[in-house]
């Protein structure tokens, strides 16, 4: 792959890279460590600019109103937007937009009407309903709960776990067993409205870091046959396609807080004096700097080799669970050795590392554990299927 950056993609970064030292990280400074938002007037301040910029909403394509960026910018991008204290919860605090989910762009007239339009507008929020109480990674044999077909309608029952965004969303995609019978062939995906009687929030769940998910339940919720997203029985591939795609971006935002813990280390090891000596000056801290640069290198390659694959119509899922696997383990170690470089300061929250010490560590579970993408992995390298 050539890793050359095109002049307009050098452009997109240097802007990108810009905005985000000059206008969000200055904003940090009268926010709580641990804050995600700004003011709404800051908040809107950013977005017009990000408007102004040209790339509000920059996967939404062109033909939808958006600038249509390519995945592999896209994935470049991702890396800038995160290097902020903030970054890995709430990228450039919103300023960018929250993209509709990729499968609307496939849905029916109706269907893109009703969620679509609204969802780029960012008149309707929405979430992602795959996991389940019964497990998570192997979602072809968990998903236990259920629709069945009653004339026009289906009725659902049973309930979904991880579910990020849920308590305010107005629709979400869920992902239901229709016939038990054809295992992955016989999950559907169904788009749902949050205020359809008998879908219920049941709990909010707090989970490490400034973050929290949900728990739902369905219990003969009701839906038109309309409402399924794609075709019947199509569920599964929708859901993989998915969550191969957005595992991309969603590695290179990680390598963003690890490129900007890494600068930071780099700056204290040449500034802070021991025994004499500058901290860069010992072996040790030389080695953890190089380590450092030898993870990013590799994962960032690694990324943006998915995304070129995916780009090209090329298969990428191994490409895309390497990147997950490799970014996400990869940042959990350069943000570690850059604590450690910077030793008790490191640990405060005058400093941004222990925040995005417990924020990465959730990004090795989310999105596919590392264990579930090996076993991704393993299966297309041995060429070998576990049964449906």
Known sequence: MDMARSEEQQMIIDTVRKFIREEVRPLEADIDPDGSEVSPEDTERLRNMVKDMGMWQMSVPEQYGGPGMDLVTRTMVAEELTQHKAGLYAPAFGAFGEAPPAHLYDATDEQKEKYLYPAIREEKRHFFGLSEPSGGSDPARAIRTRAVRDGDSWVINGGKLWNSGADTADFGIIYVRTDPTKGRQGITAFIVDTDTPGFKVNRLIQVMRVFHTTELSFTDMRVPHSAILGEEGGGFALANDYLARNRIPYAAECLGIAQYAHELAVEWSKQRVTFGEPLASRQSIQWMLVDNEIDLRTSRWIALD???????????????????????????????????????????????????????????????????QRVVMARDLLNVRSGS
Not at 338 to 353: A, C, E, H, N, V
Request: hydrophobic share 35%; charged share 35%.
């Open 306 to 372: 998915a995304a070129a694959k995916a780009e090209r119509g090329e298969p990428f899922r191994f490409e895309s669970s390497m990147a997950k696997l490799l970014c996400t383990e990869a940042a959990s170690r350069v943000i570690d050795r850059s604590m450690q470089i910077y030793g008790g300061l490191g640990m405060s929250k005058d400093m941004p590392f222990e925040r995005w010490y417990r924020e990465i560590r959730i990004r090795r579970i989310g999105e596919g554990t590392s264990e579930i």
